[in-house]
């Protein structure tokens, strides 16, 4: 075969085939079940805080042992992966959470259950820049924001499926049965064992050329593909660099967006999480039951999943610096909208709107994220990106808590939390790059170029 014929770019230039579509299937369950996990400790906390006779304080200590664990699993993992391979670290991420979860719901007490939801919490931070990493290293450049917005919208429908599980089981099996439900996707790892590939370009970066090509023909026959003769000609090297592990992330060229990145997933989580963490009691302090429904939570996820596809739709046709800009500024505004509520309609409209314009925000982050790193360390800079936004998640409702102490007003608290999209925008604005239909490795390439 001819040797000019990269590999990397037949990837990037591949038409949406049978093999994509499953791929981001299977992404797209990996996701959901982190979402489960991750959103299965709102309806636990209230019945075990009875059980066990916890304090408010203790109650919160559950939930924050949780982001402690997203946090370092997304850092770890992120590394392991640049280590171990994509597909193995993401099988061990299912059994890791799938195992911590189930045990913990035969915790005998509060102090156990903590550790037990951190454990699970490495699991849950792995499962989302983990699996968009593997995703995007086989995605279109076309539409890969598509279905990379697909694949992490997907922790949001986890989220309603964890509140319909609640709904069904708790009243009848009591609150442990959430958690051991858990261990269910344990029998499916057979199933993710064949179907999930593994990364052509992380093989590649190792120079494994012969695992490689056995990838690139399981892509050719799922896809009914005519068969090529690829050799190790074929592969590109991967983009020089320098250090090792999170030192590389930082290094000229890459350091200016690295820190742009970080400070933006920063934010949106912060207002993400302070904004859900409170929006409950001060609305329904004002007398809307509504927000502690199951309804409200259903129409806001789904809003989030159909706002992370919209958004990755518009990524992929105007740019990545623009479709995140718009996306930032209209999720302020909808922040705002709360502050306008007076009926049950208008609070379902602005929890639609900050789910389509503010919840769906992460996954169209994680596509960015990722194409701004090399294969070497991709997956570390998803994860460690990933782990910083948990540091807002964690900071959010400490902020909140502040502003409700220091006496603000309702409208007041809206504002506050309105603010931290509109300096995303400002962020985003400041990408030295903006991507548009390029090479996964392009635009690593040229930031280096830049440094």
């Given at each position: ?95 890791v959470l799938c195992v911590f979860n189930a045990a913990a719901a035969f915790a005998p007490s509060f102090r156990v259950f ?141 350091r200016t967006m690295t820190i742009l990145v970080w400070c933006t997933y920063f934010f949106c989580m912060l207002a993400l ?6 929006l409950p009691s001060i609305l329904a302090n004002s007398g809307f039951s509504l927000i502690r429904s199951y309804s409200y ?155």
């Open positions: 075969m001819d040797a000019s014929l990269s590999v990397f770019g037949w990837l990037d230039a591949l038409k949406f085939n049978r093999f994509h579509r499953q791929l981001v299937i299977v992404g797209s369950l990996i996701c959901a079940l982190g979402g489960y996990n991750s959103q299965i400790i709102a309806y636990i906390v209230p019945l075990a805080l009875k059980e066990w006779q916890l304090t408010p304080l203790e109650a919160g200590t559950m939930i924050s042992y949780g982001f402690l664990g997203l946090m370092f699993g997304a850092a770890g993992f992120g590394m392991l992966s640049d280590r171990l391979g994509r597909k193995k670290t993401t099988i061990l991420i299912v059994i903590c550790l037990l939801r951190f454990l699970s919490g490495l699991g849950i931070g792995g499962v989302v820049p983990l699996t968009i990493t593997l995703v995007s290293e086989f995605s279109p450049s076309g539409i890969r924001a598509r279905l990379l917005t697909i694949v992490g919208g997907s922790f949001t429908i986890g989220w309603a499926l964890a509140g319909l599980f609640a709904m069904f089981l708790v009243p009848y099996f009591g609150w442990r049965s959430v958690l051991l439900v858990a261990i269910a996707p344990l029998f499916l790892l057979p199933f993710l064992r064949s179907y999930l590939p593994e990364s052509i370009r992380f093989l590649a970066n190792r120079n494994r050329y012969d695992d490689s090509i056995e990838e690139i023909r399981r892509i050719e026959r799922i896809a009914g593909l005519e068969p090529r003769g690829w050799e190790p000609a074929n592969f590109a090297q991967d983009v020089a660099l320098r250090g090792s592990g999170v030192k590389e992330l930082l290094q000229p060229g890459l999480y302070g904004l859900s963490t409170w939570t259903v129409v806001q996820s789904l809003g989030a999943a159909l706002g992370g596809f919209l958004l990755g739709w518009f990524m992929d046709t105007v740019g990545r610096k623009a479709g995140l800009c718009l996306s930032f500024l209209l999720g302020g505004l909808s922040v705002l909208l709360f502050g306008a509520v007076s009926s049950d309609a208008s609070l379902l409209l602005a929890g639609l709107a900050t789910g389509i314009f503010l919840v769906g925000i992460p996954s169209a982050l994680h596509v960015v994220a990722n194409e701004i790193y090399p294969t070497r360390v991709r997956a570390t800079g998803a994860g460690w990106a990933y782990a910083v936004g948990r540091v807002g998640s964690i900071a959010g409702p400490v902020i909140g808590g502040v502003v409700q102490m220091a006496g603000f007003t309702f409208n007041q608290f809206f504002v506050v939390f309105s603010l931290p999209s509109f300096l995303c925008v400002l962020l985003v604005a400041l990408y030295p790059v903006g991507v548009k239909r390029e090479g996964l490795e392009a635009v690593a390439a040229k930031l280096l170029k830049q440094g």
